[in-house]
């Protein structure tokens, strides 16, 4: 059974840290590349960053600088750290796993930056 879990997220204010996690089971971890994706309410789901099996690394250009995806192939997880946080970074955070064929979402966690 695939499941992707994440963990980790909350209240912060702004200019705090967040690290994410994203924990993967059910599949070939190391076969897939890695994303973390958010959506805020009244908005379509965005590409916030992803990391390919080879570890080549994309970010959206809103958070370039200030966050930083990694993927550990032992532990099946994928962090995202979070700094600099905005206002604008509140939405639920998911993670998904892809692969040619095969699309793996998680439940989300919510992260909301506000004082």
């Known amino acids: 059974q695939v499941q992707l879990v994440e963990s980790g997220g909350g209240l912060v204010q702004p200019g705090g840290s967040l690290r994410l996690s994203c924990t993967a089971s059910?599949?070939?971890?190391?076969?897939?590349?890695m994303s973390w994706y958010r959506q805020a309410p009244g908005k379509e789901r965005e590409l916030v960053a992803s990391?390919?099996?080879?570890?080549?690394?994309t970010y959206a250009d809103s958070v370039k600088g200030r966050f930083t995806i990694s993927r550990d192939n032992a532990k099946n997880t994928v962090p995202l750290q979070m700094n600099s946080l905005k206002p604008e970074d509140t939405a639920v955070y998911y993670c998904?796993?892809?692969?040619?064929?095969?699309?793996?979402w998680g439940q989300g966690t919510q992260v909301t930056v506000s004082s």
């Open positions: 059910g599949f070939t971890f190391s076969n897939y590349a």
């Open positions: 990391i390919t099996n080879y570890g080549f690394r």
């Open positions: 998904s796993a892809t692969r040619i064929g095969s699309v793996y």
